[in-house]
């Protein structure tokens, strides 16, 4: 039977609707699902092996998180920022992160910090090992995590969400060879938790985003295709 189609009822033991919106998201997250990348209806219930309801209910999940955008008669796509978008996400990256920064210097505990050197660690390897999409990862959790360090829920929920669009701005707009950040610059960040000085790590961290925003080149990208069941059908 054609997936499209199954029954709902049929659905009851297949992968649900918040599988199927992490998989997505950690894809675009990672830069395997570029801006402007059709998300076939068809395609995704082949992948998932789940029928057209369960996919339809996933995009909109996607959409209220702003990593999918919908349209009327052509279907649904990966958001795909505009160069003005990517100067905003960066100002209020610019204007929150340091201030991020500074809050977890000096509420992290030593066992924050020993979370915040293995991750390092982590990061460190995946450049090492040229496991690009590992690296990508970790970069975007390392911001995500200095707001989970600084103890603001707040904060934290709005981290994710601009993380989420720094991906999405860096695989249109970022130079070849550009990842989310440098694990370099990541390390001397973190160095500043073991002198526990916060100012300077609120000085890092602008530094830091100053130089991510540097290297984008503001222009129009052309978007390869993807294979989405190859992306997402189980090996």
Request: proline residues 3%; charged residues 25%; glycine residues 6%.
């Amino acid at each position: 039977m054609d997936v499209s189609t199954r029954n709902p009822v049929a659905e009851s033991d297949e992968i649900d609707e918040g599988d199927i919106v992490e998989r997505i998201f950690e894809a675009v997250i990672e830069q395997r699902l570029p801006p402007g990348t059709k998300l076939s209806e068809s395609a995704l219930c082949d992948a998932f092996g789940v029928g057209r309801m369960r996919i339809r209910r996933s995009l909109l999940l996607l959409a209220s998180r702003e990593v999918v955008e919908l349209h009327a008669n052509r279907g649904a796509f990966v958001a795909s920022p505009t160069a003005e978008q990517a100067r905003e996400v960066f100002e209020a990256r610019l204007a929150l992160e340091p201030n991020i920064a500074r809050l977890a210097v000096q509420r992290a505990t030593d066992e924050d910090i020993a979370t915040l050197n293995l991750h390092l660690e982590m990061e460190h390897l995946a450049h090492k090992e040229r496991r690009r999409h590992d690296a990508i990862r970790l970069s975007g959790q390392f911001h995500t995590l200095m707001a989970q360090v600084a103890g603001n829920a707040v904060l934290l929920r709005t981290m994710k969400e601009l993380v989420t669009r720094t991906s999405l701005i860096i695989g249109i707009f970022g130079a070849p060879g550009v990842s989310n950040c440098r694990d370099d610059d990541h390390a001397a960040i973190v160095g500043a938790f073991h002198t526990r000085d916060a100012e300077k790590a609120a000085w890092m961290m602008t530094q830091h985003l100053r130089h991510i925003e540097s290297h984008l080149q503001l222009g129009a990208k052309a978007t390869d295709s993807v294979d989405l069941v190859k992306l997402f059908a189980k090996p």
